[in-house]
């Protein structure tokens, strides 16, 4: 996916050389080429970034559920040797 934003940016840096003044370069460069494809960069990353959150929670809940069965095998070491 990066190649085709690469390619892009490319066409787009060329068009923007062509253009008879900086302002329009700079502009042609800004409004065709880098603020679509941030957009679009943006976009087609949200679903990896669902699965990262979704990766991240699921780690925290095993952990803590380790934690707290760790926790219930320490207690229950500790009645037994109470007794």
């Known amino acids: ?7 892009w940016l490319y066409v787009v840096f060329m068009m923007s050389i062509t253009e008879e003044s900086i ?29 990262n959150r979704a990766l991240e929670a699921r780690k925290k809940i095993s952990a803590s559920e380790q934690v707290s069965s760790a926790d219930d095998v320490t207690r229950r070491s500790a009645r037994e040797h109470e007794k």
């Open 1 to 7: 996916m990066y190649i085709v934003a690469i390619a």
């Open 23 to 51: 302002v329009a370069a700079i502009l042609t460069f800004l409004l065709y080429g880098a603020f679509p494809l941030i957009i679009v960069l943006y976009l087609i990353g949200t679903p990896q970034r669902k699965r």
